[in-house]
């Protein structure tokens, strides 16, 4: 687990993807905490370690098998309970399947505001509406599903979605898949949106 506090009213909870605790989301960390706010990014992975780019495959297998979207949202259920009597307000942002469980927690009461990069498979959970802001960034390329067509089935819900330039993982910098102003595009708005 990654904490940073700045005693901050505001708390911001990052959920990594599938591999885990490396690199480009401990940078966004202090990329968030360098933004006055105190964060905290669980590790879903429970101590195992990062996965490396490579192990794609074995990583995704791993999180479907071992961790999931239901027992990731309890987790930040968990973490809710025990910090929300001390901030007020607490943002969670989530990259990939991070984004997904973030998307689940949109809907509880404690959230203040939702940021999704990424997240292919809110697809599964179109039921969701959220309680508190949210915005959702996607790429245009997706090779697993239709972008357009799960923003057509979000667009009634009233909430902040952006198409950007670049494929799935377009804001890690260690990512062959990185796209240098798509990147900086989603951290101004995420700037902002912790200002608001």
């Known amino acids: 687990m990654i904490q940073l506090q700045q005693h901050s009213n505001t708390l911001v909870i990052v ?28 590790d879903l992975l429970e101590n195992r370690g990062p996965f490396d780019y490579s192990q794609e495959e074995m990583a995704y297998q791993h999180f479907r098998d071992n961790i999931g979207f239901e027992r990731s949202s309890e987790k930040i259920m968990a973490i809710l309970s025990t910090y929300r009597p001390k901030y007020k307000r607490i943002v969670i942002i989530g990259f990939s399947v991070g984004a997904t469980i973030a998307w689940l927690c949109s809907e509880d009461e404690r959230v203040d505001g939702v940021i999704g990069y990424y997240g292919s498979r809110i697809r599964n959970y179109l039921e969701v509406t959220p309680l508190c802001s949210t915005m959702l960034f996607f790429p245009e390329e997706e090779p697993s ?3 357009d067509e799960v923003i057509a089935a979000l667009e009634q819900k009233h909430i902040d979605i952006q198409k950007y330039s670049g494929k799935h993982g377009f804001s890690d910098p260690y990512s062959p898949n990185h796209h240098k102003e798509s990147a900086q595009k989603t951290r101004d708005r995420i700037i902002d949106f912790l200002d608001g």
């Open 145 to 147: 599903f239709q972008v």
């Open 15 to 42: 959920i990594h993807e599938i591999y885990g605790i490396n690199q480009h989301i401990q940078d966004f960390c202090t990329f968030i905490s360098n933004q006055g706010a105190d964060v905290i990014c669980p």
